[in-house]
């Protein structure tokens, strides 16, 4: 059998499936639940690349895609065919491609460092020519192109999938992930952006939060008092959970599952129906202990609420921001097209209520994970490759970055406010109106609802999904003199972190807070926890 592997490089994950490649059929899915680098969003990762060395992010990256291969059952000889998809970022990465260029914002900066611009453009080389992959000899890499430099080919999947080259209709579409990529066309111009609404919009950083998999909850709803949980089961579909006094906890009606976390689609939902339902008001949660209670002891408090908004904050000001570089108004804004995992599982309804969606849209396509479909595709024909590429240099586009735009800082100042502070929407509109911002309104009443598939990932293949909670990727190294205060493993706070005998420190990257926290290398006494002695361990 002639074997294919297509990854998506996400930035909360990555997700592979094993393809025959004289048949074309999808065999089997494996995903991870988190990123192998340290950190919690893609500017995380690009810190630690640029601070820490780019030749241990990509042992981490390429470390993790090995173990990937293994729980495909795919050994170096059989590979014939091996793809990825993603952000920039990751996929450079990956590919030991220089980051520099992605990491400073303004061309001032470029000239000022001497940054040059790296190519960008799809390529197919030997896989054996990425440090780590030398015994995979008869294999070819492929990868899609981005459109610009900063706007990779997850951002073209998501723009070529959604459908809005073919149409001359005003539209956005959202990748609603860690780092929420975002298109909008107007006027014949695709206008991208990038907004770090961080991990909350795939369950993670949320107290009993995470990634979309087997056993999560994705969805909530009232009936009654009381609150209905629908909870995925191994073959990513929802089913129906417990009902469950949101109160209390106390079970009401015992359901067909049981449940060990979150997603970020149930958080989304359950923000909408508590403040529906008068149970949240921004941003205290009206129970008595102020959490929500949900099946098998999984709580919703007043901090993930917090978190939750951020990222709920920076999409919608994502959104105001490409409408001002665009010079429309959020009401011009009547189609919608959603994609990733959050953007498969949520229902858009809740979505648009809270304001994921704009406002005045009358249409809301789901089109899943569209960074896998492009892997998959260019994995089986070649053709599609440099159909991509000839797309990618015709797309006449703009891209915005947000981490310097004063309609961005302006909009999600505002965003902080009415989520974190409680500041009422009227004030809201009023201070858009104020700012001359693209100003927002209730949601619409009609809305037609188009999901194009059940799951992010449609087809599993015949050996079914199979999930890596544990991506087993570390980083380490001996601490000389170290007197055993254990100080550094005490402050971590997910449990990361271990010392073994001898000084030797090991961090689970994929657990570990990069940048955002850094607690162990404070905590050290004698200041002799230094990361830039970290290696990478592969178990």
């Not at 998501?158 to 975002?182: F, P, Q, R, V």
């Not at 440099?386 to 891209?399: D, F, Y």
Request: charged share 25%.
């Amino acid at each position: 059998m002639r074997t294919g592997v297509a990854i998506d490089l996400g930035t909360s994950g990555f997700r592979a499936q094993k393809i025959d490649l004289e048949s074309e059929t999808i065999l089997k899915t494996v995903i991870t639940l988190r990123n192998p680098l340290p950190g919690a969003n893609v500017m995380d990762h690009l810190d630690f690349a640029i601070h820490y060395g780019q030749d241990k992010a990509h042992g981490l990256s390429a470390t993790a895609v090995k173990h990937i291969l293994e729980e495909l059952e795919v050994k170096p000889e059989e590979l014939e065919k091996f793809s990825i998809c993603g952000n920039p970022i990751q996929l450079s990465i990956f590919q030991e491609i220089p980051i520099e260029d992605l990491a400073y914002a303004g061309e001032r900066k470029k000239q000022k460092y001497h940054i040059e611009e790296q190519n960008r453009d799809a390529r197919i080389i030997p896989l054996s020519e990425i440090k780590g992959f030398e015994e995979f000899k008869n294999c070819k890499l492929y990868v899609p192109p981005a459109i610009k430099h900063e706007v990779g080919a997850d951002a073209l999947a998501l723009i070529e999938k959604s459908g809005m080259l073919e149409s001359d209709e005003i539209a956005i579409a959202t990748d609603y992930g860690t780092n929420a990529e975002m298109a909008l066309k107007a006027n014949g111009v695709i206008y991208t952006g990038s907004a770090a609404a961080g991990p909350a919009l795939e369950g993670q950083e949320i107290e009993f939060g995470s990634i979309a998999s087997p056993h999560t909850i994705s969805d909530v709803e009232f009936e009654g008092e009381n609150l209905r949980c629908y909870v995925l089961d191994k073959e990513m579909s929802p089913i129906k959970g417990d009902l469950v006094n949101p109160k209390t906890g106390d079970v009401v009606e015992k359901g067909d599952v049981k449940a060990k976390g979150i997603t970020g689609t149930g958080v989304i939902a359950l923000i909408e129906a508590g403040m529906r339902n008068k149970m949240i008001t921004l941003p205290k949660i009206l129970t008595p202990d102020s959490v929500i209670h949900l099946q098998d002891g999984i709580k919703f408090t007043e901090k993930d609420l917090i978190e939750a908004g951020r990222a709920i904050g920076a999409i919608r000001a994502g959104h105001i921001t490409l409408c001002a570089e665009a010079g429309i108004e959020m009401e011009d804004l009547k189609i919608a097209h959603m994609s990733g995992a959050a953007g498969t599982y949520m229902d858009a309804a809740k979505a648009h209520q809270v304001g994921m969606i704009p406002y005045n849209a009358g249409y809301v396509s789901q089109i899943g994970n569209t960074s896998l479909a492009v892997a998959r595709e260019i994995l089986i024909s070649e053709d599609r490759l440099w159909e991509l590429q000839k797309i990618a240099k015709e797309i006449v586009g703009t891209h915005v970055m947000f981490a310097t735009s004063e309609a961005f800082k302006e909009g999600y100042m505002l965003e902080l406010a009415y989520w974190n502070e409680g500041m009422m929407f009227k004030m809201h509109k009023k201070f858009l109106k104020k700012k001359k911002l693209p100003m927002l309104d209730e949601p619409s009443s009609i809305l037609k609802i188009d999901r194009q598939v059940e799951r992010d990932i449609p087809e599993l293949g015949e050996e079914g999904l199979h999930v890596l909670d544990k991506v087993g990727t570390y980083l380490t190294m001996v601490i000389e003199g170290c007197e055993g205060c254990h100080e550094c493993v005490k402050v971590c706070p997910n449990g990361a972190l271990r010392m073994e005998e001898g000084g030797v420190v090991r961090i689970r990257t994929d657990l570990c807070d990069g940048a955002n926290c850094q607690r162990c290398l404070h905590a050290c006494p004698e200041d002799r926890f230094k990361w830039e002695n970290l290696t990478v361990a592969g178990n």
